[in-house]
């Protein structure tokens, strides 16, 4: 209670801050309180002690590298800054042999995590993604395989005909051991109707996780934030996780994903400011509870505002390998060739006082420095 008191926090907020400390659960409406409060230090020593629950005074990063099979889409998301029409300048779709080069390639740098995701295109069903996975086994049986937003998996099924649970099985004898967080974006229903139209809704991405982590899939789940919706909107999002996390414990890391303005519909809105991206990793690091990883993808982010991150509740740093991934070099990511060495990686660990450890997909440590 020391430290609180040294802080000069109002009543309210010294309640909860006395509740997170003893390891407690707080409410969404206490939750939207601590985004409303402007005292970053209280919250990052609250987030802090979350993360020292979950994993110690480690901070992870893993060697992966992403592969982005097509940005042909059916969907027109207005943040998106990458999509394109069949045959429109710009538009790329890989061959399954193009895309096993590009695991060869990447092999030699001693990746560990293949991520696979892209546009969900027209003419792609299930089948084709199973073939992929298969070749990408086949080439590389020791590099986790994490593939294909819950959007792009509602597609690929329902274009081969299956069930999700169907669809999810075929994938996983093909080699899917793992899902990424992407196409959550924002729960809300209206939001989402205005933001996302066609994509696949709240209620389905969910229930795709789900089903995922009963199948014995982990995944991880995303929040866009910084595009028209209030502290509401993003609470609700993070209450809707964290019952499905308490139900299935599949999740493994929450990411939240800073809107982008660059090349897309809302270029003329204003970014969040980094107190403001500061504020929301502590606040879902302190609300998701029972999520174990807050990853920050510091591509999107840039590495600066990533290692100021470590002290907001993040004890994971995203990609280390060349990363390829164009949805945010297109959206204006503070990295536009972005690769970071373990080395580079390490120091900016280390430098803030946490403990470096290279972990595998599923977060065993692989090694500590
Ligand atoms: O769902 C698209 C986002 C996501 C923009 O699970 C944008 O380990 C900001 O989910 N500004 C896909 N964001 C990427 C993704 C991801 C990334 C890194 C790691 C993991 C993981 C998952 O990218 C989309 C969407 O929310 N996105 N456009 C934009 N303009
Ligand atoms: Fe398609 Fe994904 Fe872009 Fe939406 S965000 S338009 S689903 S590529």
Redesign the pocket.
């Known amino acids: 209670m020391s430290i609180l008191e040294s802080l000069t926090l109002p009543a309210s907020l010294k309640e909860i801050a006395l509740k997170v400390l003893a390891g407690n659960r707080i409410s969404p409406e206490e939750a939207v309180e601590l985004y409303e409060s402007n005292n970053l230090s209280a919250l990052g020593l609250l987030a802090g002690s979350v993360k020292r629950r979950h994993s110690s005074d480690y901070v992870y990063f893993n060697k992966n590298f992403h592969i982005e099979p097509t940005n042909i889409c059916i969907n027109h998301c207005k943040?998106?800054?990458?999509r394109r029409n069949p045959g429109q300048k710009g538009a790329w779709e890989c061959s399954i042999e193009e895309m096993v080069e590009m695991v060869e390639r990447n092999l030699l740098k001693g990746a560990t995590e293949v991520?696979i995701?892209g546009g969900v295109h027209p003419d792609r069903d299930v089948r084709f993604y199973a073939d992929l996975l298969r070749a990408v086994r086949e080439k590389a049986p020791g590099v986790h395989i994490k593939a294909f937003?819950a959007v792009e998996i509602d597609q690929m099924c329902k274009m081969g005909n299956l069930s999700v649970e169907e669809g999810l099985q075929m994938l996983k004898e093909a080699g899917l051991e793992s899902m990424?967080?992407?196409?959550?974006?924002i729960f809300d229903e209206t939001l989402r109707a205005e933001i996302c139209p066609d994509k696949t809704d709240s209620a389905g991405w969910l229930q795709i996780h789900g089903a995922a982590h009963r199948m014995g899939i982990p995944t991880?789940a995303?929040m866009?934030y910084g595009l028209k919706e209030n502290y509401h909107h993003r609470v609700d999002h993070l209450r809707r996780l964290r019952d499905l996390q308490d139900q299935t414990g599949g999740f493994n890391?929450f990411?939240p994903?800073?809107?982008?303005k660059a090349n897309?519909l809302y270029s003329s809105r204003k970014e969040t400011t980094v107190v403001e991206d500061l504020k929301n990793y502590a606040v879902a690091r302190i609300f998701l509870d029972n999520i174990p990883h807050l990853?920050a993808?510091w591509p999107?982010i840039g590495k600066q505002v990533a290692q100021l991150s470590l002290f907001f509740g993040v004890d994971d740093l995203?990609g280390t390998i060349d990363d390829s991934t164009r949805?945010?070099s297109m959206?204006g990511a503070e990295e536009q060739n972005p690769s970071a060495s373990t080395a580079e990686l390490v120091e900016m660990i280390r430098t803030a006082g946490f403990r470096p450890a290279e972990r595998d997909t599923l977060y065993n440590i692989l090694a500590t420095f």
């Open positions: 943040f998106c800054s990458y991520h995701v937003t990424p967080g992407g196409g959550a974006e991880n995303t866009l890391a990411i994903l800073k809107f982008r897309n990853k993808y999107m995203d949805i945010y959206a």
